[in-house]
């Protein structure tokens, strides 16, 4: 079975998507006549062409954070963000997409608060446990918050997850890593996590091995990106010595890191190294809709370049039902990735 088949074939857990940015070009179209439709006004009409960020893109990291407010714009609604949620949910199953944790910053607009944010979030995916492809929700915490609103979001969170047990799952810390620091959050996650939510962190977007370390030590579920932590990305020995012993699974986000230039090229993205380490590893898109592509082109693209064979890939994708943060969701995940390997003959014999 060649990659362009057995990649979407493959069932595949998604760890690393942020909501808005999974867009596609088409739900994007489809919420501009929800929204016209229901007479809300929208200013996104010049912005849809730069919602995308290819490889060579001119725009520096903190400028590609931007473009996510083309899509909150689309999104400002209960209604539109409900059909924002759904589309994205089908697309994802649509690639061969199990299981999903979607991620997002609740936002409060004119329309909405940040609990009706959650809420209806939490509401859809809920309404579409009926669908093959489970989901649940991990909120994003962004580190241009202050540390009072850091804290709001955090007892919100916490508030939300005795509502929607079954849909939320863990809080998360993204933006832009230049602004902000660690150390203020750790209040605010450490609650979260006392409740019993699990914490990932974007950890080691840029050189910051002072910031590394103190998100290593604090013992996250998982991490996002991980680029500057291995001394030949930016990191010390003493950052990489950290992963290699708390053994933090990193989600990966190749085309992501490429096109932001966290990471020069394909060929020299620290997958390699963390991969060769035996760190555990997840496969992820980040943000699929501005950067035009899938779950599915995420796995052939780090077999193409990394040279992995088919058994290993599927390795790749079986392992990282183990990283998961619902519990209740992992032996049926594990079974339905178990049963495609066997059936296809991809059993990994070392
Ligand atoms: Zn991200």
Redesign the pocket.
């Known amino acids: 079975m060649d990659f362009n088949k057995l990649c979407p074939a493959m069932p595949k857990v998604e760890l ?1 998507a ?1 909501l808005n ?1 999974s867009l596609s070009r088409s739900t994007l179209l489809e919420l501009k006549r929800f929204n016209a439709d229901t007479g809300v006004t929208d200013t996104s009409d010049a912005f849809l062409d730069e919602f995308q960020i290819g490889a060579g893109d001119t725009r520096n990291l903190s400028d590609c954070f931007q473009v996510f407010n083309i899509a909150h714009r689309l999104t400002r609604t209960p209604g539109s963000l409900a059909l924002a949620t759904t589309l994205t949910l089908k697309e994802f199953q649509d690639d061969g997409c199990c299981y999903i944790e979607l ?1 997002s910053t609740p936002k409060e607009t004119p329309f909405m608060t940040s609990r009706q944010y959650i809420e209806t979030v939490s509401e859809t995916l809920r309404s579409n446990a009926h669908l093959p492809i489970k989901s649940r929700l991990i909120v994003s915490i962004n580190r241009n918050s202050s540390i009072k609103e850091a804290e709001a979001i955090s007892e919100l969170t916490i508030s939300c997850y005795k509502q929607y047990p079954d849909v939320i799952v863990g809080i998360e810390l ?1 933006g832009d890593p230049n602004i902000g620091q660690f150390e203020d959050f750790v209040p605010s996650l450490t609650k979260a996590r006392c409740a019993g939510l699990k914490i990932t962190l ?1 950890c080691g977007e840029v050189c910051n091995p002072k910031e590394v370390l103190e998100m290593l030590r604090f013992r996250p579920d998982r991490i ?2 991980g680029v500057c932590i291995h001394p030949n990305f930016g990191g010390t020995q003493e950052t990489w010595d950290a992963l290699c012993k708390f053994q933090i699974p990193v989600e990966i ?1 190749l085309t ?1 890191n490429v096109n932001t230039k966290s990471t020069l090229d394909y060929n020299s993205h620290h997958f390699k190294e963390l991969y060769n380490a035996n760190i555990p590893v997840i496969i992820c898109t ?2 699929k809709g501005v950067f035009s592509t899938s779950l599915s082109q995420e796995y052939r693209i780090c077999a193409d370049v990394f040279g992995l064979q088919p058994p290993q890939l599927a390795k790749l994708a079986s392992n990282a039902v183990d990283y998961v943060f619902a519990d209740e969701e992992k032996k049926s995940i594990k079974e339905k990735i178990l049963n495609f390997i066997n059936k296809n003959g991809l059993e990994c014999m070392s």
Do not use: A, K, T
Request: aromatic share 0%; net charge negative; with cysteine.
């Open positions: 690393h942020h940015g991620r993204s974007h996002g990106h986000c992501s980040d943000d």
